[in-house]
């Protein structure tokens, strides 16, 4: 089934230019976009720069605005521990077929690319219900997009999901 789901999203590679650079742009540069909009939307929501005492104003959101951040940084070195113990392959290394769009080194599961922006959007999420969905959503693009960029099977992106949901979950009271 993994390889059935993969092999249905990286189909959509190698198809035309245009369908290439769009899975490129989604899976390699979306998520400095994302992270950019995280901050924007943290500092502008609260109207931080707006305010007569912006140093006080931060001061009292920062644990939403740090918080969100610290638990990706946080998932994203889990994943980096977990995929040291795991050593899954990449598919590119594993089915002679397969040839990402884009370069990609290390072990694959679980993404951490994946664990990060989920770990974002839920932390997002507990403070902010509609942006938080419009965060996962975009994780949701950038991991599909890495399975169509054929540098992830769709468990290494699950997997990723739920390690950043549930670190996120564990951590909103911390």
């Known amino acids: 089934m993994n390889n059935n789901i993969f092999f249905f999203f990286y189909n959509f590679a190698h198809q035309s230019a245009w369908l290439d ?6 899976a390699v540069y979306l998520p400095y976009i994302v992270v950019v909009l995280a901050m924007i939307f943290l500092l502008m929501h609260h109207e931080v720069f707006k305010a007569d005492n912006t140093f006080q104003v931060f001061l009292q959101k920062k644990k939403e605005i740090f918080g969100a951040f610290i638990v990706g940084v946080i998932t994203w070195a889990l994943a980096y521990i977990l995929k040291i113990l795991v050593h899954t392959s990449r598919p590119f290394d594993i089915l002679p077929q397969v040839h990402s769009l884009f370069p990609e080194t290390g072990h694959a599961f679980p993404s951490g690319h994946a664990t990060f922006f989920m ?18 959503f975009l994780a949701l693009l950038i991991g599909i ?15 990723g999901f739920i390690l950043g949901a549930l ?8």
């Open 167 to 174: 670190v996120a979950y564990f951590m909103k009271n911390v």
């Open 119 to 136: 770990a974002l959007a839920v932390a997002i999420f507990f403070y902010h219900k509609k942006a938080g969905y419009l965060f996962m």
């Open 145 to 159: 997009a890495r399975i169509a960029g054929g540098v992830h099977f769709p468990i290494d992106i699950l997997g």
């Open 21 to 26: 650079n769009c899975i490129i742009f989604l």
